[in-house]
């Protein structure tokens, strides 16, 4: 892929993003209540104070100039101020990323590590012991919620045995990457589990049908070793399919584990997502909305730049 | 969890009470006080902000920092803390004008208090808050009170005056109960954007060190609080205090079982026994200022504008089983009054669960049973939508009950539960058959916000010419007896209509590590920790 098709695909997205953004933002809006609902609780708010507070925010603008005035700024990077903190948009968002970044890179990468090596062992020793006791584990973990592993680990780590904290980025007034590490493992784990579950089946069955070719084995005619066939000439093809699940799962780290940071009170998006949701807060709901849109988009623009890179045949032109 | 209602208590709690309330609050604590320490809190929402005035929530963490001139106590009433005495009819704090149609109130600032910067608390400060908080440019949660002043006179620095435009009993609800604004620090800032939202400056025993969002908040003491034990040590008696953020119920049960919270609030019934047997840990039932209650919406379903039909379900509900499927913690109730205030109405027409009653109200009105069990009157089968909050366990478990219950006397309900807003748009504007769910009030409830004809949460739709007069005597007047007077009219005359069926008052349970002296569990609205300076950690 050269320069020039690769700004095209970015410039792509421009016209795409303002149509999700459209549709976001028609949703949220179509969606009951608005931002001011928090004060419905609260009888001693007066419809005097409400209707200052609408105007402040400019609420009581009409839907469409409310959509153009939004685009404008979102475009020339002015997100905002979130309504339930009065904070700027960016700097909520910029200090949510982070453990987002952390948690959820860290369970990617373990997520490729076990699942690839589990799935290729898996297609190798096809209907063995080995293979049914992967099977029995990955459906364990397709099928098994969030939460009720979570609570159980919990329960085993943090309360019976006290070896790692039960929530929590860290210990309170601690910097050390150590300690970091320590609130990491179990959420990281739980949050693992599913995709290795599922991207180990997807590596099974891929890696099942590459063997099957003919010049895998031709490969074998020649009287390479079953180790040099998988590794050098299957392995290639098998993990084509595999990009694709993976990358789209890829932008998700960015929107956050919404339910395993709720979990272990992780400070990431997820959880800004949720608090968001619950306050109507429409400026940080559209920015973060917007950059989950804007990942996946990227993270598919990487699967597709990964497939040239991995099959010499795809080019793009 | 949104702070519900802010309301507050009667002006005027005799004096007495004030005082032995006072002694208790600061001299009540037996000798074993033991200084340092750090108690580490669990807080089961992500705060927003710390300004009291704009925050959605409560307040917990504000509530060790900021201080207001009075605050409500373990039982309601209200104690001075910045002011010297809360301000009386009876003690010359209040003066109603001789047209009877506003009055000033008069506080006298404790002198030598600091704000944890040093500098002196005076009554500008006390001004200042009313002008900050009355600025339109501020976008603030509650500014309840601010519409009722006229203007506040400052002759010296321990004296503030507030001139009222009308004769507002719960005056004390609000604004200065709240907390007070520091003039000298925000004189001229612009409060919706001010650091003063990461790091509130107060004169409560705390200060804030550190507010870590979505994770922690760390006090430390404030060194210059003013107020002493009966010994004349300083106080707090505790070096910090920890908030840490879990919004997660079973994690932060998981975290007092661990040690790593050792105070939270809150605890979900279904989970109090596992508490139970926790070394160390100590279950605490607070009974706060909340009731239950299943409300008819009477502006479109007829069967319900029928008052022996609404009888009839009050007779079919059986209260205790709802109070047993929840561990036995609510208590059945039989007025919206929880039994917490004096004015409570024990003498209100009851109706005991009467299963025979019931049927006979009903066939009374002409809903018979019909083929399948269920009741029909005119074609049409006794069938309703109950709402609830979606995602409330123990109101979604309340609310099987009283199907099962209910489904006795031939009446079908379906749950139609509904969560965040799309819920709270639906109770606000009334559009559900039945509604089951809690209020929560402060101490100095005002009940024509619910039952008043006008009423900002009367969603139900009732209206009572009769109800709306009572209420409206009972919330003119500084005057203790009448206002209970008319508070006990008010709960016979609405437990006769019955557009509302009280049903349990539901306490808080509070987890707290038995290593905790001092600590008393508040049942208002300003939250548990409005008074941290007595606390203690035994080693």
Same mark, same amino acid.
Request: charged letters at 15%.
């Given at each position: ?317 | ?396 478990? =309340?609310?099987?009950? %009283?199907? @099962?219950? +209910?489904?006795? !006397?031939?009446?079908? #309900?379906? $749950? ?46 009732? =209206?009572?010419?009769? %109800?709306? @007069?009572? +209420?409206?005597? !009972?919330?003119?007047? #500084?005057? $203790? ?59």
């Amino acid at each position: 892929m050269n320069a020039t098709h690769l700004l095209k695909r970015l410039l792509g997205t421009v016209p795409l993003l303002l149509g999700v953004s459209l549709l976001l933002f028609g949703v949220l809006h179509l969606a009951p209540g608005g931002p001011l609902d928090v004060y419905a609780d609260n009888p001693s708010v007066s419809p005097e104070a409400l209707a200052q507070m609408r105007t402040a925010f400019g609420l009581d603008q009409p839907l469409p100039v409310q959509y153009v005035s939004w685009v404008t700024a979102f475009f020339t990077g002015e997100w905002g101020y979130s309504i339930r903190t009065a904070r700027p948009v960016t700097q909520e968002i910029a200090e949510r990323i982070g453990p987002t970044l952390i948690l959820g890179g860290t369970s990617f990468v373990l997520s490729l590590l076990i699942a690839l090596p589990l799935g290729i062992v898996s297609a190798v020793r096809r209907y063995s012991g080995v293979d049914y006791l992967i099977t029995f584990l990955s459906f364990l973990g397709v099928s098994m919620p969030v939460f009720w592993l979570a609570l159980m680990l919990q329960l085993l780590f943090a309360v019976q045995w006290r070896l790692l904290p039960s929530a929590g980025i860290q210990t309170i007034g601690s910097d050390s990457v150590l300690d970091l590490i320590h609130h990491l493992i179990l959420p990281a784990c739980i949050l693992a589990f599913a995709s290795v579950a599922g991207w180990s089946r997807y590596m099974r069955s891929s890696m099942v049908e590459v063997l099957g070719q003919d010049y895998v084995r031709t490969a074998r005619a020649k009287g390479l070793t079953a180790g040099r066939v998988v590794v050098h000439h299957a392995l290639r093809n098998a993990l084509i399919p595999i990009i694709t699940v993976v990358a789209l799962d890829f932008a998700t780290i960015l929107s956050g584990a919404v339910i395993t940071e709720t979990i272990f009170a992780w400070p990431g998006i997820g959880r800004l997502f949720i608090e968001s949701m619950n306050g109507r807060d429409y400026p940080v709901l559209m920015a973060l909305m917007m950059a989950g849109s804007f990942a996946l988009i990227l993270s598919n623009l990487l699967a597709d730049l990964a497939y040239a890179a991995v099959d010499p045949r795809i080019r793009y032109e | 969890m949104s702070r519900n209602i802010r309301f507050t208590h009667s002006a005027s709690r005799n004096a007495l009470r004030t005082l032995t309330a006072t002694a208790i609050l600061l001299g009540g604590m037996a000798a074993a006080q033991q200084r340092g320490g750090t108690l580490t809190v669990g807080l089961g929402y992500d705060i927003d902000t710390l300004n009291v005035y704009s925050t959605g929530f409560l307040g917990d963490v504000q509530a060790a920092v900021v201080e207001g001139l009075v605050a409500p106590d373990a039982k309601a009433n209200y104690v001075p803390v910045l002011a010297t005495q809360v301000p009386t009819v009876r003690n010359g704090g209040i003066k109603i004008a001789p047209d009877g149609k506003s009055m000033t109130v008069t506080y006298r600032l404790r002198s030598g208090v600091k704000w944890s910067d040093g500098e002196p608390l005076t009554s500008a400060d006390v001004k200042f808050t009313w002008e900050a908080v009355k600025n339109p440019k501020f976008i603030a949660e509650s500014k309840d009170g601010t519409e009722d002043i006229a203007s506040i006179d400052t002759p010296n620095a321990t004296t503030v005056v507030v001139n009222y435009k009308r004769v507002a009993p719960d005056f004390m609800s609000t604004l200065f109960t709240f907390g007070i604004l520091p003039k000298h620090t925000l004189d001229g800032k612009d409060l919706n954007t001010d650091t003063y939202n990461e790091k509130p400056l107060g004169t409560g025993p705390f200060k804030v060190k550190e507010f870590k969002r979505g994770q922690y908040v760390i006090l430390e003491r404030n060194p210059y609080y003013w107020r002493k034990d009966s010994k004349g040590v300083q106080l707090p008696y505790l070096d910090g205090m920890v908030f840490k953020i879990i919004p997660d119920s079973n994690t932060l049960v998981t975290q007092l079982r661990t040690g790593e919270v050792q105070l939270a609030y809150g605890i979900p019934y279904s989970q109090v026994t596992q508490l139970d047997n926790v070394p160390g840990l100590k279950v605490v039932k607070n009974s706060v200022l909340s009731w239950q209650h299943l409300d008819f919406n009477l502006k479109t379903i007829d069967a319900f504008k029928d008052p022996n039909v609404r009888k009839a379900f009050a007779y079919a509900l059986n209260k205790s089983a709802v109070s047993k499927a929840l561990g036995g913690y609510p208590t059945p109730i039989n007025t919206v009054v929880v039994p917490v205030f004096s004015y409570t109405n024990p003498a209100v027409p009851k109706y005991d669960y009467n299963l025979a009653r019931a049927q006979q109200l009903l066939d009374a009105a002409g809903w018979k049973v019909g083929s399948d069990g269920i009741r029909v009157k005119d074609g049409k089968r006794m069938s309703f939508k109950i709402m609830a909050q979606a995602g409330r366990s123990t109101d979604e478990d =309340a609310e099987q009950v %009283i199907i @099962a219950s +209910l489904k006795q !006397a031939g009446i079908e #309900l379906q $749950p139609d539960n509904k969560s965040g807003v799309a819920f709270r748009d639906a109770r606000y504007k009334g559009n559900y058959d039945l509604f089951y769910g809690g209020w929560i009030t402060s101490a100095d409830p005002t009940y024509s916000v619910f039952f008043g004809s006008k009423g900002v949460n009367n969603g139900q739709g009732y =209206a009572s010419a009769k %109800i709306d @007069a009572i +209420l409206a005597r !009972a919330e003119s007047t #500084l005057d $203790p007896a009448q206002r209970t007077a008319a508070l006990r009219e008010f709960q016979t005359e609405l437990m006769t209509d019955l557009p509302s069926i009280p049903v349990t008052s539901n306490p808080s349970m509070i987890a707290v590590t038995e290593k905790l002296g001092g600590f008393v569990p508040n049942p208002t609205n300003m939250t548990n920790f409005v008074n941290t300076s007595g606390w203690y950690l035994n080693k």
